[in-house]
């Protein structure tokens, strides 16, 4: 196990605490700092821990939520953020669909992607000797 960055897109967020083992609310409610916490767009989960955050959800969209180690958004580790949906605009008419953009940005972490496509896999290295 690591730590690990959550970057939280389109708010920032108070750091109200951060702590190892699985948060509890008696325990640790008295520790978060409420006067002065920091204020950021990322924060560093600790390995096995948790991090207590708050923010205003006044910017209409939806926000991704996730791990800055790229391997872990595969594994779960992102969540999104929907805030007031009814102020969300539609999507330009020109935009790529979902099938056509995920299968670019994600084809390198795909095996069978790239090898329907081009008939091998980038992880298919030749042998040693």
Same mark, same amino acid.
């Given at each position: ?10 708010? *920032?967020?108070? !750091? =109200?605490? *951060?702590?190892?083992?699985?948060f #509890?609310?008696?325990?640790? @409610? @008295?520790?978060? /700092?409420? @006067? ?5 767009d &990322? %924060? &560093? !989960? ?7 955050? *708050?923010? %205003? $959800? #006044? ?11 790229l ?7 992102? =969540?999104?953020?929907?805030?007031? +949906? ?6 330009? @008419? ?8 995920? $299968? ?5 972490? /795909?095996?069978?992607?790239? *090898? ?8 298919? =290295? +030749?042998? =040693?000797y």
């Amino acid at each position: 196990m690591e730590q690990h960055p959550f970057h939280l897109h389109g708010h *920032r967020f108070w !750091v =109200l605490g *951060r702590g190892s083992g699985i948060f #509890d609310p008696p325990q640790h @409610a @008295a520790s978060l /700092n409420t @006067a002065n916490p920091a204020f950021r767009d &990322t %924060v &560093t !989960v600790p390995q096995g821990g948790w991090a207590y955050l *708050r923010f %205003v $959800a #006044d910017n209409p969209g939806v926000w991704p939520f996730h791990c800055h180690i790229l391997p872990h958004i595969y594994m779960g580790q992102q =969540l999104y953020f929907v805030t007031d +949906p009814s102020k969300v605009p539609a999507p330009p @008419a020109a935009s790529p669909k979902c099938p056509e953009t995920c $299968a670019y940005n994600f084809a390198p972490y /795909n095996k069978a992607f790239l *090898r329907s496509k081009w008939g091998k896999s980038g992880f298919e =290295l +030749p042998p =040693l000797y």
